[in-house]
Each structure stands twice: as C-alpha cells, then as structure tokens.
C-alpha cells in the first residue's frame, strides 16, 4: 500500500510540475531534463507511466501556452499585416499535412525545446488539435527514453543528479536565450515569398503595417 501510495505521490506531483514548465513561455527547465532527473534518483519506476502522465500533462500545458500566444501576441500584438503574413502557413501546412505530421513528430521525438513551436503555431488560426497529437505520440516516446537512457548511464558512470546538472544547465540556458530572436524572426519573414517564390526574405515594413 505504502508503494503504490508513493507512486500515486509521486505521478501527481510530476503531472503538476510538468504542466506548470508546460506553460510558461521561457525559462522553465526542459521536461525531458526532469524525466532524466527522475531516472537517475528514483530507482525501479515504472518508466512507461512515468512517461505517459508526463507526455499528456506537457501536451495541456503547452496547448495552454499556444491558446495564450494566439489569444494575446496574435489578437493584442501583431499588425493585420503581419497576421495575414502568418496565415500563409496555414495553406501550406493544410497543403501538406503528411509531411507536416511527420515533422512535428519527429521534433517531438528530439530534446530541442517545444516554446519556441507552440508559441509561433499559437500565432497561426489552426487547430492546436494538428499539433498537439503528434506532440504528445512524440513527446511519450521520448520521455520513456530519456528517463531510462539516465536511469542506465547513471548506473554505469554512478552519476547522480548533481554531477550531471551542469550540462543540463548549459544547454537550459543557450536554448532559452535563442527564444525571443527565434519568435522574432518566425514573425518578421515573409512567408508568403517563401512558399510562392521559394526565397527568404524579410517582411517589408509597410506590409506589416496594413
């Protein structure tokens, strides 16, 4: 009773703590650096329902942070011009949802940071539903493996969580201070241009203006 008790503790407190990173916009640590914070400091967990509640509680706090990102950078923030500069993403995606699936997916599977993502795909009209999905696919996958891939290094170096943290906190850092010029930049190209003409080019300011 006294184990299945701390489990149940232990699920909670990692839902709540995993959606609330989830939400904020920058600067929370990366999940997947709390998954491996688990597997290198609590022995003998069941790594797949670890991951499954972490999965689904990163997926609601992230589509928490992209209807916050439509609701109050796209509404609030951003010219008509550069709202209907961003819709241009729209078609393409809509054009293309195979490819576009597979992409999220396969982002989700890898440890880059997911703000940057929900941030710029709250800026667009659609549906969170498209994103969120392969999302979490992704995100299980890869939480069940970062929590046993730290669980089995920690054994074979005899790591703890404290002699690994400074890696974890560089890359924390350098991924993080990349979040504003990356959502700049998601906002200043001209999307348009890119998808038609196939060439990178910056927004002009008068088009951002209309």
Do not use: H
Request: glycine letters at 4%.
């Amino acid at each position: 009773m006294n184990e299945t008790n701390n489990l149940a503790y232990i699920l909670l407190v990692l839902c709540i703590v995993v959606f609330v990173l989830n939400v904020l916009p920058a600067f929370a640590p990366p999940t997947w650096a709390t998954m491996s914070f688990i597997g290198l400091t609590v022995p003998n967990i069941d790594v797949f329902l670890l991951a499954a509640v972490a999965a689904l509680a990163a997926t609601c706090g992230r589509i928490v942070l992209a209807k916050l990102s439509r609701q109050i950078v796209r509404q609030k923030l951003l010219s008509e011009g550069s709202r209907r500069n961003v819709d241009a993403i729209k078609n393409a995606i809509e054009n293309k949802r195979a490819v576009t699936i597979g992409t999220f997916l396969g982002y989700s599977l890898s440890p880059l940071p997911s703000n940057y993502l929900f941030i710029a795909y709250g800026l667009t009209s659609l549906p969170i539903a498209f994103l969120a999905i392969p999302f979490f696919v992704g995100r299980l996958i890869s939480y069940a493996f970062w929590t046993r891939t730290a669980s089995t290094v920690g054994d074979w170096l005899d790591w703890d969580w404290f002699e690994s943290a400074p890696y974890f906190l560089a890359y924390f850092l350098l991924s993080q201070f990349l979040l504003i010029p990356v959502i700049y930049s998601f906002t200043r190209l001209d999307w348009q241009a890119l998808f038609a003409e196939g060439r990178l080019k910056w927004l002009e300011k008068s088009r951002r203006a209309r």
